[in-house]
C-alpha cells in the first residue's frame, strides 16, 4: 500500500499519524510533506527509524522548490512526477493523509 | 511623526504548500507604501520561506522567494527570525537569502509584545 503526505511534519501531525497507523509499505512525501525527508532537523532520527520498515520516497521537484534538494537524507528515493504516477498504480491501494 | 505605529507581519507557515506566505508578502509591500514601522518575523516552519535556492520551475508557480530580498527597496529592514525554528529545521542563517536578526523565543515574544499592530499568516 502507498501512503501519501502532503502536509509539513513540524506542524501538522499527519506523518506521525500516518506512521503509528500503516503497516509496512511505501510512502511518498509531497508538498510541504518534502521537509521531513531533509537531513540536520528534528525529525531526522524518527525518519530514519522507520526506513526499515517503510520505502520512503519524495517528490523532487516539490523538495527544489522549497531550495533543499541538496539536503535529501540517504536512503530517501526521489522520484519525479511520472514516477508518483508509476508509485500509484504500482501499488494495490493508496491513502492520502490529508 | 507621532501617527506612525510599530506593524509586525508573523509568517509561521512553509512556502509554496499554502498561499499565507504569498499573500503575506503581498501585504508588507502594500503597507511600506505608508511609511508605518514594519517588522517581519519568521517562526515555525516560517522560517523556510527564507532559504536559499528555491526552484520552483517543476512545480510551475512563481518563485517569490526572490522578493525578500528587495524588500530592503521598500526601506523593510526589520527582519526577524526566531533561533529555536531554524535549530529544529537544521538551519543556520547561512542558509537564508536575506540579512536577518536571530532572536531567541524569549527575545521574539518581547518584540511582538511591543507592538501596535501584529498581522499573523
Redesign the interface.
Known sequence: MLHIINKSPLTNGSFENCLRVAEAGEIILIEDAVYAATKGGALEAKVREVMGRYKIHVLMPDLEARGLADRLMDGVTAVDYGGFVDLVAGNKNCQSWL | MSDIKKFMFVN???????IYALESLEVVLITAAFDQDVSLVFL??GV?QL?????????E?K?F?TTYRALEGYDIEKLYVEKESM?????TEDDLLVDVTVLTSKEMGALMSDQDVVLSF
Do not use: E, M, V
Open positions: 509561521r507557515k512553509a512556502p509554496h504548500g499554502t515555525d516552519d523556510y532559504k536559499k535556492g528555491q526552484q520552483t520551475k517543476g512545480i508557480t518563485n522567494s535549530d529544529a529545521r537544521g538551519l
